[in-house]
């Protein structure tokens, strides 16, 4: 059995694997989400967080041997995570996620899609520290598919996200050097799923994976999430 630690995307916390956690504990992993620094319960202000803070944070949440499971702009991070402690990483696994590539910010990956259905719903904040989502906009982008109870609960929980993070270009020409996997999700309505194919490209074709669902399938289909999650396990 193996080691997962899940993170979550912009705007999100541990709250986003509630219900892909007892899935894989399930079948008999040891599975844990973690709150990025200024995300869920975690205090730390806004503007103490950058693209290192998030990796030194998933860095010191690892167990040797660990899954990471990104999603969305969590694959930024755990990329940086993997830069610091390769060591201590069996595969990362990017779920519609960022992979970052030479030079390129998040949001540099971002604008690279033809389509920008993010941007309409985009609210930066005074401050220009942190970022969030129209409210309203939010389920049609995020969570078209999923129960009706899951998006009021996803609604009650979204926070401010910082911009620095998503404004930092991984160092050293964005080298990863664990096994990678990808996960694109076809009715994505956030990432395109035009720009999560040319993400995953860059990786061997079968690390490539696909799941029918939204941007949120730890939502809409945990269940089969959790079987490809524990599929790339054995394959690990």
Same mark, same amino acid.
């Not at 999100?12 to 989400?33: I, N, Y």
């Given at each position: 059995?193996?080691?997962?630690?899940?993170?979550?995307?912009?705007?999100?916390?541990?709250?986003?694997?509630?219900?892909?956690?007892?899935?894989?504990?399930?079948?008999?992993?040891?599975?844990?989400?973690?709150?990025?620094?200024?995300?869920?319960?975690?205090?730390?202000?806004?503007?103490?967080?950058?693209?290192?803070?998030?990796? $030194?944070? =998933?860095?010191?949440?690892?167990?040797?041997?660990? =899954?990471?499971?990104?999603?969305?702009?969590?694959?930024? &991070? =755990?990329?940086?995570?993997?830069?610091?402690?390769?060591?201590?990483?069996?595969?990362?696994?990017?779920?519609?996620?960022?992979?970052?590539?030479?030079?390129?910010?998040?949001?540099?990956?971002?604008?690279?899609?033809?389509?920008? &259905?993010?941007?309409?719903?985009?609210?930066?904040?005074?401050?220009?520290?942190?970022?969030?989502?129209?409210?309203?906009?939010?389920?049609?982008?995020?969570?078209?598919?999923?129960? &009706?109870?899951?998006?009021?609960?996803?609604?009650?929980?979204?926070?401010?996200? &910082?911009?620095?993070?998503? $404004?930092?270009?991984?160092?050293?020409?964005?080298?990863?050097?664990?096994?990678?996997?990808? =996960?694109?999700?076809?009715?994505?309505?956030?990432?395109?799923? $035009?720009?999560?194919?040319?993400?995953?490209?860059?990786?061997?074709?079968?690390?490539?994976?696909? +799941?029918?669902?939204?941007?949120?399938?730890?939502?809409?289909?945990? $269940?089969?999430?959790?079987?490809?999650?524990?599929? +790339?396990?054995?394959?690990?």
């Amino acid at each position: 059995m193996a080691t997962f630690l899940l993170i979550h995307g912009a705007c999100h916390g541990a709250w986003a694997w509630r219900d892909v956690l007892p899935a894989l504990t399930a079948m008999g992993h040891e599975a844990s989400a973690l709150d990025l620094p200024a995300h869920g319960a975690d205090p730390t202000p806004a503007t103490g967080v950058s693209l290192d803070t998030y990796a $030194e944070a =998933i860095v010191a949440a690892l167990q040797p041997d660990t =899954i990471l499971v990104g999603h969305s702009m969590g694959g930024y &991070p =755990i990329s940086r995570a993997a830069q610091l402690a390769p060591d201590r990483i069996r595969r990362l696994v990017y779920l519609c996620a960022y992979t970052p590539w030479p030079d390129l910010t998040l949001a540099d990956m971002r604008r690279l899609a033809d389509r920008q &259905p993010l941007v309409p719903a985009i609210r930066i904040n005074d401050n220009r520290v942190t970022m969030g989502f129209d409210p309203d906009m939010a389920p049609a982008l995020f969570y078209h598919d999923c129960p &009706p109870e899951t998006v009021a609960f996803a609604l009650q929980n979204l926070c401010p996200q &910082p911009i620095a993070p998503m $404004e930092t270009a991984l160092p050293d020409h964005a080298h990863v050097a664990p096994p990678r996997s990808y =996960i694109v999700c076809r009715d994505d309505r956030a990432i395109p799923p $035009e720009l999560q194919d040319r993400m995953a490209a860059q990786l061997p074709a079968a690390d490539v994976h696909a +799941l029918p669902t939204s941007h949120s399938p730890f939502f809409s289909a945990p $269940e089969a999430l959790a079987d490809l999650l524990d599929s +790339l396990a054995a394959k690990a």
